[in-house]
């Protein structure tokens, strides 16, 4: 499916193709929360890099984050935002480069709707997760990185969709 995604304030909008549209996925780690999550955690979706379209390109800046402060080793995720807005629109890996992981806030078509049980919460450890930060009776909790990729969990859930 086709996915519109923008920001805020509207300079930038973005469309991408998705095979893998459900929101199960909340990371609660310190990097997705100071620059997403106001929840105390953000959610990342997956399409595919090459159907990527971003009008207003030149409004959008990334960041890429330090992972580890002692070791000077930087996240693997570059994330993109809105410069004049500050909404963070999608996130992208180079060891991932067939796939661009829109932030669901940012996306505007409908995404499939989840219960509780479906939801996948990860980086719960206490490093990670912050105190306030409420996670949802879930049967899967991990406390660092979950045991299915994003393609795998919409397979299994006959949630993807070719
Ligand atoms: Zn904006
Ligand atoms: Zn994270």
Same mark, same amino acid.
């Given at each position: 499916m086709e996915l519109q995604g923008s920001c805020h304030c509207g300079k930038v909008s973005f469309s991408v193709t998705s095979h893998t549209p459900a929101p199960f996925m909340r990371c609660y780690c310190s990097i997705c929360r100071k620059c #997403?999550?106001?929840?105390g955690y953000a959610i990342n979706i997956m399409g595919q890099h090459k159907t990527l379209k971003v009008n207003g390109r030149e409004h959008v800046r990334y960041y890429r984050a330090l992972r580890d402060k002692e070791t000077n080793e930087l996240c693997g995720n570059i994330r993109y935002f =809105?410069?004049? =807005?500050?909404s963070h629109l999608y996130a992208y890996n180079e060891s991932y480069s067939d796939f661009v992981y829109p932030m &669901?806030? &940012?996306? @505007?078509t409908p995404l499939p709707e989840l219960s509780h049980e479906d939801v996948y919460c990860i980086m719960l450890n206490d490093k990670s997760k912050a105190n306030w930060a409420i996670v949802p009776p879930s049967k899967h909790t991990f #406390?660092?990185?979950? @045991?299915?990729s994003l393609e795998e969990w919409h397979k299994k859930h006959n949630q993807y969709i070719n």
């Open positions: #997403q999550g106001g929840g =809105c410069s004049e =807005c500050g &669901a806030c &940012a996306i @505007d #406390q660092e990185y979950p @045991d299915v």
